[in-house]
């Protein structure tokens, strides 16, 4: 249940000041930032792959981008490969129904060998394709595909990988597998007024917070809304063009301050919650 911390809503406040002091997300409208390093190492069907890659996301389109470096050690058709380079990301995050959900593509280049010889370019795109977020297990989880091409001695080979399941740690995952994204978020710093025919108006900002409390961002927010039969309906948008599609409804009751059920939303980081 989202929590309300009011001071002053009633019908006597009208054209006062409207003193809450924040609201407490839903633990059903969970808003989740991968941010940070992530780390994979694996080794299957004769290949040993290393990714360290560092992430961040943007808190209006939920698009994740990172850059870092990968080494690829083992054989191919018999071959035997050493390949390092760079890592660039470029994905988003989206909820499918309850699921939170990656989707996008990883660029490798660079160099190596193959067979003994060195190559003159490396070039690898692997494709996500549904990775699902499980904040339980700290892991995001889906299926991966490869395709690129090596030069050497004057020839381009081709490479390519068919739909492989991996399942990747999340970023700053601890020792008992915790993920430090938890979901919460709030609306704090609110300063808001109600006037005479009811109408709300005011400011706030918006942070979805790691497991220590601490805020991925803040969203500066412009509050608008209206106090009819007992009743708060209430809207807070990023206050910026860049940060417009952040944006939070609220709906609750007076009487016991308590949201009405599945008429408030929240939407950022490209993920759009109901509750």
């Known amino acids: 249940m989202a ?17 809450i002091s ?9 808003i ?23 992430s961040s996301m943007n808190a209006a389109t939920g698009s994740l981008v990172g850059e870092g470096d990968y080494t690829i050690s083992g054989s191919v058709n018999s071959l035997a490969i050493d390949w390092e380079g760079t890592i660039g990301a470029n994905m988003n995050v989206k909820v499918t129904g309850s699921v939170a959900r990656v989707n996008g593509k990883m660029t490798m280049s660079g160099g190596g060998t193959i067979a003994g010889y060195t190559l003159d370019r490396l070039s690898l795109v692997y494709t996500f394709s549904n990775f699902d977020l499980n904040p339980i297990a700290g892991q995001m989880a889906g299926y991966v595909s490869l395709k690129g091409t090596a030069s050497l001695l004057g020839r381009t080979l081709p490479l390519s990988l068919p739909k492989t399941y991996l399942a990747m740690d999340l970023p700053d995952v601890d020792m008992n597998g915790q993920w430090d994204s938890a979901g919460d978020w709030k609306i704090s710093e609110i300063d808001a007024t109600v006037d005479g025919k009811g109408k709300i108006a005011g400011t706030g900002k918006f942070a979805v917070l790691d497991e220590n409390g601490s805020p991925y961002d803040t969203i500066e927010q412009k509050i608008s809304g209206i106090v009819k039969k007992g009743v708060v309906s209430m809207t807070a948008v ?10 939070e409804i609220l709906t609750y009751r007076q ?9 408030s939303s929240a939407t950022a980081y490209g993920q759009s919650r109901k509750f």
Do not use: R
Not at 9 to 19: H, M, Y
Not at 38 to 44: K, L
Not at 238 to 247: A, D
């Open 3 to 19: 929590t309300l911390l009011l001071l002053c809503l009633a019908s006597s406040c009208l054209g006062e000041s409207l003193d």
């Open 22 to 30: 924040e609201f407490e997300s839903s633990g059903n409208a969970p």
């Open 32 to 54: 989740y930032v991968i941010d940070g390093d992530i780390i994979y190492n694996s080794t299957s069907n004769g290949l040993t792959v290393g990714l360290d890659w560092n």
């Open 238 to 247: 990023g206050n910026s063009k860049s940060s417009s599609k952040i944006k």
């Open 255 to 263: 009487s016991d301050d308590q949201t009405v059920a599945n008429k």
